[in-house]
């Protein structure tokens, strides 16, 4: 299993932006779907954004619809990289943000977490 690295965190006002990125630690045999979650302070991770395999499919949760851009840059098979380009950031994007890899397309917290084991996170705060 090769782990997944999360960057791009912070402090943001409210109204601000952030661009958050995923990248395998190492080398991986195939492409996988990717997607973002996150988990705020006393509540259940949550579905953000996925992308498909191939970045043609895309799919976002409710909340940040028009907000929030998931995207890949995958250089070839052995790399999964994704981005999650967040804008007009709200006090209730307040959480810890992850991200994971699944065989195929899914907006299930279930599907993923077993190809690569779950990381550190990434925390976004948005206050004035």
């Known amino acids: 299993q090769v782990p997944l690295v999360e960057s791009g965190g912070g402090l943001v006002q409210p109204g601000g932006s952030l661009r958050l990125s995923c990248v395998t630690s190492?080398?991986?045999?195939?492409?996988?779907?990717m997607a973002w979650f996150r988990q705020a302070p006393g509540k259940e991770r949550e579905f953000v954004a996925a992308?498909?395999?191939?970045?043609?499919?895309?799919?976002?949760?409710d909340s940040v619809e028009g907000r929030f851009t998931i995207s890949r840059d995958d250089v070839d098979d052995a790399e999964n990289t994704a981005y999650l380009q967040m804008t007009n950031l709200q006090p209730e994007d307040t959480a810890v943000y992850y991200c994971?890899?699944?065989?195929?397309?899914?907006?299930?917290?279930?599907?993923?977490?077993?190809?690569?084991?779950w990381g550190q996170g990434t925390q976004v705060t948005v206050s004035s």
């Open positions: 190492g080398r991986t045999d195939k492409r996988y779907g």
């Open positions: 992308i498909s395999r191939s970045g043609s499919a895309t799919r976002y949760a």
């Open positions: 994971n890899a699944a065989t195929f397309f899914s907006t299930y917290e279930s599907d993923y977490g077993t190809l690569i084991p």
